[in-house]
């Protein structure tokens, strides 16, 4: 296996490899709090870079990670989702045989998202924006990898849009009782917080100061929005083997 350094847009680096490959698994992406126009300049235009080169070199397939956000009924403060969204529109547009997998909640030790939750559940207090009825399916980290082997193994998969979670579909509130349970040993004390009134003023605070905040707009709307995954034929095939939701939260405090 060979390293290269470098970023999506480094194809002076990267391009001449894609010559010799069969498949290109396009993980890449900007999260967390970066600005709406580094959000779309990487998850899209770079998706787009990567497609044309890829057409250049003659890959024959390509497996894009998007999220299950782009669901989200509302993006338009959530710069992720929406740049996620934009670049599978590119993905479908390129002409290439491609696959579209939209994960739910990656669980695992180093995931950024599963351990802001995770930092939230372990305070003595947790402070839960909004009522706390989202639905959220985690799947772990080992169980998506498995996931895209089974795309890069089956032909069935190819040219399809598929959504993945875990084998448990579980309230954010609960969610957070139960990572706490296994961290602390005892219930958690839950005080539930109105976040919609705040929303506009921390779109504003964005502008100027997104690099510090603790959240962003739109990452509030996963404590509102349900993130499970519709049923399909590569979720079928893999949920059998997967761990539990106990399971995960175990290996994750483990840090495996």
């Known amino acids: 296996m060979t390293f290269i ?21 396009h993980l890449a992406a900007t999260t967390g709090r970066a600005s709406p126009a580094e959000h779309f300049r990487v998850n899209l235009r770079g998706t787009q870079h990567l497609l044309e080169q890829c057409a250049q070199y003659g890959v024959s397939r390509f497996l894009y990670v998007s999220t299950i956000a782009v669901k989200f009924r509302n993006t338009s403060d959530y710069a992720y989702a929406a740049s996620k969204r934009a670049a599978e529109d590119a993905v479908r547009k390129s002409g290439l045989t491609h696959v579209i997998l939209r994960p739910t909640l990656i669980a ?10 995770s930092a939230l559940a372990r305070l003595p207090v947790i402070p839960l924006p909004g009522p706390g009825r989202a639905m959220m399916q985690p799947i772990y980290v080992d169980d998506m990898a498995g996931s895209l082997l089974s795309v890069l193994q089956e032909e069935r998969f190819w040219d399809g849009t598929y959504e993945l979670g875990g084998p448990q579909e579980i309230t954010v509130e609960a969610l957070l009782r139960r990572i706490h349970r296994q961290y602390a040993g005892r219930d958690a004390r839950v005080v539930h917080l109105l976040a919609h009134p705040f929303l506009p003023f921390l779109r504003g605070l964005e502008r100027f100061a997104a690099p510090i905040l603790p959240v962003s707009a739109g990452q509030l709307r ?4 349900n993130g499970v995954a519709e049923p399909n034929a590569l979720l079928a095939r893999n949920r059998p083997g997967m761990r539990s939701l106990d399971e995960m939260i175990r290996l994750s405090i483990a840090g495996r």
């Open 222 to 225: 996963s404590f509102y929005e």
């Open 108 to 117: 695992g030790r180093g995931g950024g998202a599963w351990e802001g939750l």
């Open 5 to 25: 350094g470098g970023d999506i847009f480094s194809s002076n680096v990267y391009g001449e490899r894609l010559a010799s490959a069969w498949a290109v698994v």
